[in-house]
């Protein structure tokens, strides 16, 4: 079952990123080697008692002047409900109530997604505090008092938003279906590769950056190999509606929609364009597929625009290599969707790196490759102790994640670790999908 998607809302200035950044707490500084958008701070993992989520900051963008205040917030309120699954309306006890809040108060009410009404820089959690029963004319609940500044109310807000997500897990008749998220930045042919797996153009595709105005899911039939009908299911992230085409703007949006597509797939194809190559942008959507452990292939498309030689398949695929350096397991294929050149090849491709990210290894099978790693190549030592690797075994699949203990957990090195995820990638393949490695210390034996 995916992550909900908790989004945050409201206007410049009334604690938004403070919010943010108090619950996601330490939960920011993710991985140092990968360019995920984490540098960004556009969302972050949160846990609350039994539950967790991916929180999303849509406050990104602030505007200027005062005028284009409303149409931004309206943009957030609109990203928010289209991508999330509860949102937190934050307002400010200070200001009170502003007609803008109204407004997009109205909007949220609207769009019948569960609202949670913050209301922020509150001093005096004691004191009667009758400035935030105005709060209530917005019709969208009960206030929670906060001070994000302080870090007061966050629990009885959280609670809030916890009481909205479902406990069951409702998707598990589907479950079985493949979901794939497209993502890429604007204009690398999303959509025109969705339209040209399902033969036809339900998706509506200009060639304005961004035109496509919701994530949208496909389905898609098709014979394998052996005749059998398989459904995949395809998430578009193609964009928004843009009034005003103002590029970081852009940047920012396509990689919300890109956390919240990927966060619900159980694959990612990223799309790289051939023309252009690979770029920082492209590198860093990617980063989110990788941080949240989703299986991955990298599409070049629009190859048929390029002049070739012999070597332009190698000289394109090292510089991938190059820039995606913290994914060496992505499986890459070159496409074109306007001509359908290898579109087959990629419904051959996810169907391995399903297989692959729900592959589970025996134990046995797991330590008897551990024993032979540690043969060939001694764990490192320190001042004297020497790690000693104790046991292995899988404890999840989508993506495979393994535990090993050992006997001092500083000793077990990034590098070894990624020696022996090697050696088990030798031997079982996982193919286009992360492995995660957690170390546990265990003491000797007597």
């Known amino acids: 079952m995916s992550k909900p998607i908790v989004a945050i809302v409201g206007r410049p200035n009334v604690g938004k990123s403070t919010l943010f950044n108090a619950l996601a707490g330490e939960a920011i500084s993710i991985v140092k080697d990968t360019p995920g958008v984490t540098r960004d701070r556009i969302y972050a993992d949160v846990t609350w008692l039994d539950y967790s989520f991916t929180m999303v900051d849509t406050g990104g963008i602030e505007p200027d002047s005062r005028d284009i205040i409303l149409s931004q917030m309206r943009e957030q309120a609109q990203i928010a409900i289209d991508t999330a699954d509860v949102i937190i309306f934050i307002t400010d006890v200070k200001q009170g109530l502003v007609d803008s809040d109204a407004k997009v108060a109205d909007m949220l009410r609207r769009s019948g997604k569960p609202v949670v009404l913050a209301v922020n820089k509150v001093d005096n959690f004691n004191k009667y505090n009758g400035d935030i029963y105005e709060f209530y004319n917005l019709g969208i609940g009960d206030p929670v008092p906060i001070s994000a500044v302080s870090k007061l109310g966050l629990g009885e807000l959280l609670d809030e938003v916890v009481k909205y997500f479902d406990g069951?897990?409702?998707?598990?008749?589907?479950?079985?279906?493949?979901?794939?998220?497209?993502?890429?930045?604007?204009?690398?042919?999303?959509?025109s590769l969705i339209n040209k797996l399902l033969g036809e153009n339900r998706l509506i595709v200009s060639d304005i950056a961004g035109t496509t105005r919701d994530a949208v899911d496909t389905v898609i039939r098709r014979?394998?190999?052996?005749?059998?009908?398989?459904?995949?299911?395809?998430?578009?992230?193609?964009?928004?509606?843009?009034?005003?085409?103002?590029?970081?703007?852009l940047e920012k949006y396509s990689i919300i929609r890109s956390v919240t597509a990927v966060e619900r797939a159980?694959?990612?194809?990223?799309?790289?364009d051939a023309t252009e190559g690979v770029t920082e942008q492209d590198a860093k959507i990617a980063g989110i597929a990788h941080d949240k452990g989703k299986g991955v292939i990298v599409a070049v498309n629009k190859w048929d625009a390029v002049e070739k030689n012999d070597k332009t398949i190698y000289r394109h695929t090292?510089?991938?290599?190059?820039?995606?350096?913290?994914?060496?397991?992505?499986?890459?294929?070159?496409?074109?969707?306007l001509t359908g050149q290898r579109t087959n090849k990629l419904f051959e491709l996810i169907d391995i790196v399903m297989e692959n990210h729900a592959l589970r290894i025996g134990t046995g099978v797991l330590n008897e490759i551990m024993a032979e790693a540690v043969a060939l190549n001694q764990p490192p030592s320190d001042k004297g102790k020497r790690l000693k690797l104790y046991y292995i075994t899988q404890v999840a699949v989508k993506p495979p994640t393994f535990v090993i203990f050992v006997n001092n957990k500083e000793l077990m090195h990034f590098s070894y670790t990624r020696y022996i995820e090697n050696k088990i990638r030798e031997a079982f393949g996982f193919k286009g999908t992360p492995l995660k490695f957690f170390i546990r210390e265990r003491q000797e034996k007597e």
């Open 168 to 191: 069951t897990d409702t998707e598990e008749s589907e479950d079985e279906i493949p979901k794939i998220a497209i993502i890429g930045k604007p204009n690398v042919g999303k959509s």
């Open 223 to 249: 014979k394998d190999k052996n005749g059998e009908e398989k459904e995949y299911v395809f998430i578009d992230t193609a964009g928004l509606r843009r009034k005003n085409k103002i590029k970081e703007e």
């Open 266 to 272: 159980d694959i990612v194809v990223l799309i790289i």
């Open 318 to 337: 090292e510089k991938i290599k190059e820039t995606l350096s913290f994914m060496p397991y992505a499986e890459l294929v070159f496409i074109s969707a």
